[in-house]
């Protein structure tokens, strides 16, 4: 079975820093990839997402992520965090055309200090 | 441009009650789906739906019943609810086929509290 997994449960970083939150997954042939992020109070808005080619993604709000198949990772990348940055990120492995197996992770929580 | 809508937003219930939650899409899409969301487990998938008139269960199914007698309209019931059924719930949508499946439009979540 497929399964994802964020070992960060909480990050705390200084505004105008850099950051990268770790996902890794785990399934048997190549899988799609997505990132979400859950504003407080709010449903989850899709960062960005992997399906095939080019292993680094572009993503809204300046994220990237980056696709490495022989560490079964997908981590996201900021290189300058912004206040609004602030909170829950998830991590979420699909297998190719399947609509109902979108597994998440459990979620990382970010903190940005002044 | 609404989205996914979700009602209630917040309930309260005591054990035993039943009730439904209520989500509306307005983006044409064929897959919807209901996740709870608990403290350190991510989101688990309840129920979702291909199409109208479908719906399979997902990862958490017991206690929960589904419907979508309109392909705009996906449906939670819960028949008695018990304090484990305490939780955020969301609906989602997406566009059928391919990768489009997986990209999903969530709601802003309903928050339920099982006394």
């Known amino acids: 079975a497929q399964s994802v997994t964020q070992p960060d449960i909480h990050i705390t970083v200084s505004e105008g820093a850099s950051l990268e939150l770790r996902c890794n997954y785990s399934y048997g042939a190549t899988p799609y990839l997505f990132w979400y992020v859950q504003s407080p109070g709010q449903g989850l808005q899709l960062l960005l997402k992997?399906?095939?080619?080019?292993?680094l993604v572009q993503g809204i709000k300046g994220f990237e992520a980056e696709f490495k198949r022989s560490q079964s990772s997908f981590n996201l990348r900021k290189p300058s965090v912004h206040w609004s940055d602030a909170a829950e990120y998830f991590c979420a492995v699909a297998g190719v055309g399947s609509a109902r197996q979108l597994t998440f992770g459990s979620g990382t929580q970010l903190t940005v200090l002044p | 441009n609404a989205g996914v809508t979700q009602t209630p937003k917040f309930r309260v219930l005591k054990t035993g009650q039943s009730m439904t939650l209520l989500c509306a899409q307005d983006?044409?899409?064929?897959?919807m789906y209901w996740y709870r969301q608990d403290p350190g487990m991510g989101l688990r998938l309840i129920h979702y739906?291909?199409?109208?008139?479908?719906?399979a269960k997902g990862e958490v199914p017991d206690g929960y019943n589904v419907s979508r007698l309109k392909k705009q309209n996906f449906l939670l019931g819960l028949e008695s609810a018990a304090p484990s059924q305490t939780s955020v719930y969301f609906c989602?949508?997406?566009?059928?086929?391919?990768?489009?499946?997986?990209?999903?439009?969530f709601g802003a979540g309903s928050r339920l509290t099982v006394l």
């Open positions: 983006m044409n899409h064929e897959y």
């Open positions: 989602a949508s997406s566009y059928s086929g391919g990768g489009g499946a997986n990209v999903l439009t």
């Open positions: 992997y399906f095939s080619g080019d292993t």
């Open positions: 739906s291909v199409g109208e008139g479908t719906t």
